[in-house]
């Protein structure tokens, strides 16, 4: 709960939050635009693969693309592979500053160690996974336009025409849920893991490999309860 | 001065500080020594706060740190500055943004002031001009001065390094034990060193404790150390090669 309490200086704690929003969101760009295209092209192709048939109109894979992206393949797999990257990174981070006793600094300084240290990432992350899922949505259906077009399977007009149709802003909201308790999961349980860090190299190591485990298995299990809940 | 009153800490079953009582004057450099694995580091945690004492009790003039509420304790680690034995500098940060660290968090200095302060810090310890470099760009004596000048960034009134000079070449160990000397006197801070290194004992040392088996063994002036009578002590001193 030390991690709550009033932060010793509320001007650094908003400046290592703007920092720590610059490496988990803009750090994480590049790789959440590749995933989200391929993802969207991968998945257009496959539902036409599925779907070939006279009788389904060709829209109706702009629809289950769309919706696939939104309700499951943009915020969960996002979070996924955030988890490896942003989770591995938090974890080695602070389990380095463990091992060679700069926390202990920070401690006898009088700061509260584990909110200076992990109170940014959280906040951090729960500002800008949630932006990366969308950024994610979006450009799923970009992939998917793009693959639909460049295979001949169906044009822009005829995807867009299934994703409106089926569009509900529910399914939105459902994704933002979901990205902020992603979020949630990855910074707390990276930050835990590097934050009782005992040992040296090998068990910073150690910590961030259980950091990226342990959240992949919370953001399964939590997607699973989340659909149960709220869809 | 810092007061220790009957300090006893365990690991489970291993008692390792069997009931230590001491005094540390101010304005003193006061030296802990002792056989690696004896208890000086863990008494040191201790003092700062990173170990809690399973009895007994730490008082910083009059103000017992192991019964403080957590704010209290905040306000008397403000007046701690500590050396790590591997520095412990912030390896993100540039020089003067280590230094800078407390002065950003416990005043309301203006960003002049705080380099200024920085500045007079770095001379202080002899490292002017290199502000801006990474801990990862300085050699480990550097660090060590860095570490100073960041303990005594705030107007602290007690000093604790742990071992100070490992790692250190000759002529670098000297020339911290110099400045911890210096910086001891011109602040009146109460400075406690753990250390085994017996030239820095004999080279800056006011007053000196042995630590042995987790228990006071011995404690006097520097000047009496030869002289201590203690068997256990003066097989210690032996070893060193410095009697």
Redesign the interface.
């Known amino acids: 709960m030390g991690m709550f309490s009033k932060p010793e200086k509320l001007g650094v704690y908003i400046d290592r939050t703007i920092t720590e929003m610059n490496n988990i969101g803009i750090g994480s760009l590049a790789i959440v635009v590749i995933i989200a295209v391929f993802q969207g092209a991968v998945t257009t192709l496959q539902i036409a693969y599925q779907l070939i048939s006279p009788l389904i109109s060709k829209p109706v894979i702009g629809s289950i693309v769309s919706d696939s992206s939104m309700l499951e393949l943009a915020p969960t797999i996002t979070c996924l592979v955030l988890a490896g990257k942003v989770g591995s990174h938090i974890a080695s981070e602070i389990g380095t500053m463990r091992v060679s006793e700069q926390i202990d600094a920070l401690e006898v300084m009088g700061i509260n160690s584990s909110g200076y240290l992990a109170l940014p990432k959280i906040i951090a992350g729960l500002i800008m996974i949630p932006c990366l899922v969308i950024i994610s949505i979006f450009l799923s259906n970009a992939g998917g336009i793009l693959a639909g077009e460049a295979s001949g399977i169906l044009t822009s007009e005829e995807y867009l025409q299934g994703a409106r149709a089926s569009f509900l802003p529910y399914n939105l909201f459902f994704a933002l849920i979901k990205a902020f308790t992603y979020a949630f999961i990855i910074t707390t349980v990276s930050s835990f893991h590097g934050y009782t860090t005992r040992g040296g190299a090998l068990e910073v190591g150690a910590s961030s490999t259980k950091a990226v485990v342990y959240s992949a298995v919370a953001i399964l299990f939590s997607d699973y309860l989340l659909a149960q809940l709220l869809l | 001065m810092i007061e220790l009153k009957d300090i006893h800490k365990s690991f489970g079953d291993v008692e390792i500080l069997k009931g230590i009582n001491a005094k540390f004057e101010t304005g003193k450099v006061n030296l802990v020594i002792g056989s690696s694995g004896h208890g000086k580091s863990i008494m040191m945690k201790c003092m ?3 170990e809690t004492p399973t009895s007994g009790s730490v008082i910083y003039d009059n103000r017992d740190f192991t019964h403080l509420e957590y704010r209290q ?6 007046e ?1 500055g ?1 050396l ?3 520095t ?4 993100s940060l540039t020089v003067e943004q280590n230094v800078e ?2 002065l ?3 005043t309301n200095m203006t960003p002049a002031e705080r380099k200024d302060r920085v500045d007079f810090c770095l001379e202080q310890v002899d490292m002017p001009g290199i502000n801006q470099k990474f801990p990862s760009e300085i050699s480990g004596g550097m660090k060590k001065r860095v570490g100073i000048a960041r303990a005594i960034a705030l107007d602290i009134k007690y000093l ?1 390094c742990d071992e100070p000079n490992s790692g250190l070449d000759p002529v670098t160990s000297r020339l911290i034990d110099e400045l911890l000397k210096s910086i001891t006197e011109e602040f009146k801070i109460t400075t406690i060193i753990n250390t085994h290194d017996m030239k820095t004992v004999f080279d800056i040392g006011d007053d000196v404790i042995f630590i042995y088996e987790g228990n006071n063994e011995w404690s006097g002036k520097v000047k009496d150390i030869k002289t201590s009578g203690n068997e256990i002590l003066t097989r210690f001193i032996e070893a060193s090669q410095f009697h």
């Open positions: 700062v706060g990173l304790l905040r306000e008397v680690r403000k701690i500590m790590f034995q591997g412990a500098l912030f390896d660290f407390t950003k968090m416990f604790f």
